[in-house]
């Protein structure tokens, strides 16, 4: 176990990082930031922290600034540093993002923090041999995507591991469909919960521990069901009347902002 201990000065210094990094391009909300920073400075596991979907380096730094609160850590990130996937953000016309992503983790003094693989993370996959405690998954936002990402490092999750998914109270199926399937019906994951467009849950490997959780993470399944026939098989983003019920179903999940303390209440 671990202790449930928020670093000293915890809410000063995430206000400041929010500072340093509001120039660095990128979808995080401060409600988001501020959860993910927890994620990275609160561990419930040993092991590293992983990346998938860096992008220019937003939430890479966040991870990065937050995890050497506790100590010397790396941040391993992977990212091919293109835009292949129709979930990816726009380039507008550059050739990768590779450039500013090296400038914003040297802006943001953690460039010695973060390991980059600059490859694809169902690559990385084949040859990963770490133990996990934060898996944070924002790369490519598709149902199959999302699922590799999950399936090809949950095996490297330690007990008590958070993993945490992007987007998913958005418009793409991936992260609500992955978070439904094989987090929510897990009979792996304990306590799990929405920030935002964050989704999270902690791996358990003790199945008898992550069953105390079932009827909660089953009241979460029946509220993002509302959400699926709005997302899937989709040729056309939401409009009109369609993304106004979307919306109100969206809204019926609480995704509100997680005190540090409540959240460390949730988890184990």
């Known amino acids: 176990m671990y202790p449930k201990e928020i670093p000293v000065g915890f809410d000063v210094f995430v206000e400041q990082l929010m500072a340093d990094i509001d120039s660095v391009e990128g979808h995080l909300s401060a409600k988001e930031i501020r959860f993910l920073a927890l994620l990275a400075a609160v561990p419930r596991a040993d092991g590293a922290i992983l990346e998938i979907g860096s992008f220019k380096g937003r939430s890479t730094c966040v991870l990065a600034r937050?995890?050497?609160?506790?100590?010397?850590?790396?941040?391993?990130?992977?990212?091919?540093?293109?835009?292949?996937?129709?979930?990816d953000p726009d380039l507008r016309?550059?050739?990768?993002?590779?450039?500013?992503?090296?400038?914003?983790?040297?802006?943001?003094?953690?460039?010695?923090?973060?390991?980059?693989?600059?490859?694809?993370?169902?690559e990385l996959a084949k040859t990963w041999d770490r133990?996990?405690?934060?898996?944070?998954?924002?790369?490519?936002?598709?149902?199959?995507?999302?699922?590799?990402?999950?399936?090809?490092?949950?095996?490297?999750?330690?007990?008590?591991?958070?993993?945490?998914?992007?987007?998913?109270l958005h418009e793409f199926d991936g992260g609500v469909r992955v978070m439904m399937e094989h987090i929510l019906l897990s009979p792996n994951f304990g306590a799990c919960?929405?920030?935002?467009?964050?989704?999270?849950?902690?791996?358990?490997?003790?199945?008898?521990?992550?069953?105390?959780?079932?009827?909660?993470?089953?009241?979460?399944?029946?509220?993002?069901?509302?959400?699926?026939?709005?997302?899937?098989?989709?040729?056309?983003?939401?409009?009109g009347f369609e993304k106004k019920r979307y919306k109100v179903a969206r809204a019926l999940v609480p995704h509100g902002e997680l005190k540090p303390q409540e959240w460390l209440r949730l988890v184990r």
């Open 193 to 239: 919960g929405f920030v935002g467009s964050i989704g999270w849950g902690q791996y358990l490997k003790d199945t008898r521990e992550a069953a105390k959780y079932r009827d909660q993470k089953l009241r979460l399944y029946k509220k993002l069901s509302r959400m699926i026939p709005f997302l899937t098989m989709r040729k056309e983003p939401l409009s």
């Open 93 to 122: 016309g550059a050739k990768d993002t590779l450039a500013d992503f090296r400038r914003n983790i040297e802006a943001a003094g953690v460039a010695d923090r973060v390991e980059l693989h600059q490859t694809f993370s169902y």
């Open 131 to 168: 133990p996990l405690r934060l898996l944070w998954i924002d790369g490519d936002h598709t149902y199959l995507g999302t699922r590799l990402d999950l399936e090809g490092f949950s095996p490297h999750l330690n007990d008590g591991a958070i993993v945490a998914m992007h987007d998913v």
């Open 66 to 87: 937050s995890a050497a609160l506790i100590g010397d850590e790396t941040v391993y990130a992977v990212d091919p540093m293109t835009a292949p996937s129709e979930t």
